[in-house]
C-alpha cells in the first residue's frame, strides 16, 4: 500500500482547509448560536457548510445576492463574474 499524498487520507480522500474571516455581528451571531446549541464555533460552521452541500442540488440555494432583504420587490445584483 502507498503512503497518502502531502493531505489526502488513508481513504483516498483529499483533506482542505478553508480559512474564513468574519467580523462584528456575523462573527457574535455564530458564537451566540454554538453555545446555544451546545458545540463549538468549528463544529457549526462545519455542519453549515456540510448542510449547504448537501442540499445545494435542491434549487433552493440562492446564486446570487440581491440589493433588498425582499427579493420579490428588486431585481438580483448584476453579477460580477
Known sequence: MSRPRSG???DGH???RVTLTLEGFAWETIDEE???E???TDELI???VLYYLADVDSGRIARRI???P???RLSPAPRRD
Do not use: H, K, L, V
Open 38 to 40: 451546545g458545540i463549538t
Open 70 to 72: 425582499f427579493p420579490s
Open 34 to 36: 454554538a453555545a446555544r
Open 46 to 48: 462545519t455542519f453549515s
Open 8 to 10: 489526502e487520507a488513508q
Open 14 to 16: 483529499t483533506e482542505r
Open 66 to 68: 440581491t440589493r433588498s
